[in-house]
């Protein structure tokens, strides 16, 4: 008689087990609310509920695109909201890329944590701070008026309101997105670069045909997980930095879905707007996993 065989438990089970919390609050805070997306499609009044309310179908749709400056809100979404991805994504990689060459191990956790503080201040104290530097009254205009130069009306000038945007955005946050490209890094063989130091490649040829090519599949991962934000130009920053002066290059979806769904309790248009982004962050979102295979040959999941 053979052996009777040890029964085992796989292994996944228990990794399933580890992320079995965040899928409950996922469905109890997500999936359980679905039914306010009808919203979307009523005259909502919260007092009747989601199965009360008049039924206007896509008419709060209407309402939005009908805006005499609907598409300039989706081109200044658009444009902080990409300028944003690009920029940050661009600086975390050149960050990670000049932190790695650091050997001094002090110096480098000195610098990694002054660039990472940022991320964890939030945009009303980071914006307070911007405006005592930026301001008419601020440091630089201050510095600019002992010069014998003119004041620059940084956060009242609407040409200037976007780069301002993308580039105080990037200074808060590019150090904590260095860190997946810094953990890519470290794993990418040593000897590799060992083999390039023997072909007499300098820091410089190693840093272009070792590492780059070695973190080149997170930065397809990256890309394909912020297409979907897309439309999120980031409200906290926008809403704590805008004023009537730069109304026409700084309104966003979001703010206007503010305005509209909370000032003014048109719950149905700020329902609208949101179910419309949702929907295009989805499509994208799909299609970038798609061109990841496709071109890159990436397989997220």
């Known amino acids: 008689m053979g052996k009777k065989k040890e029964f085992r438990i796989p292994d996944k089970v228990y990794y399933w087990l580890m992320i079995l919390p965040a899928v409950i609050l996922v469905f109890l805070f997500n999936t359980r609310t679905w039914p306010g997306i009808l919203a979307a ?21 209407r309402i939005f695109f009908m805006q005499p400056n609907s598409l300039g809100i989706i081109r200044n979404t658009l444009v902080i909201a990409i300028g944003k991805i690009v920029a940050v994504q661009c600086m975390a990689i050149a960050f990670a890329l000049m932190i790695n060459e650091v050997r001094n191990s002090k110096l480098k956790k000195a610098i990694q944590t002054f660039t990472y503080l940022p991320h964890f201040v939030s945009w ?42 993308i580039i105080t955005d990037t200074m808060k946050e590019f150090g904590w997105a260095a860190i997946i490209y810094l ?38 991962i990256q890309a394909v997980l912020h297409l979907g934000g897309v439309l999120s130009a980031g409200f906290d920053q926008i809403f704590n930095m805008y004023n009537t002066l730069v109304m026409s290059n700084a309104d966003i979806i979001d703010t206007w879905v503010y ?43």
């Open 183 to 220: 953990s890519a890094i470290t794993g990418i063989d040593p000897g590799l670069y060992e083999a390039s130091e023997v072909d007499g490649a300098s820091r410089w040829q190693q840093t272009i045909h070792v590492t780059i090519p070695g973190i080149r599949y997170m930065i397809v």
């Open 259 to 301: 305005r509209q769904g909370i000032v003014s309790m048109n719950y149905g248009v700020g329902t609208a707007v949101g179910l419309f982004k949702g929907v295009i962050a989805l499509v994208l979102t799909v299609f970038a996993y798609w061109a990841a295979d496709r071109f890159a040959d990436y397989k997220i999941f």
């Open 41 to 61: 499609f009523q005259d909502f009044i919260p007092v009747k509920g989601w199965y009360g309310s008049k039924w206007v179908g896509f008419r709060n749709f």
């Open 124 to 165: 009303v104290i980071f914006a307070t701070i911007l405006k005592s530097i930026l301001g008419t009254d601020g440091m630089i205009n201050m510095i600019l008026n002992n010069l014998g130069m003119e004041k620059v009306a940084f956060l009242g000038t609407a040409s200037i309101f976007q780069p301002l945007m």
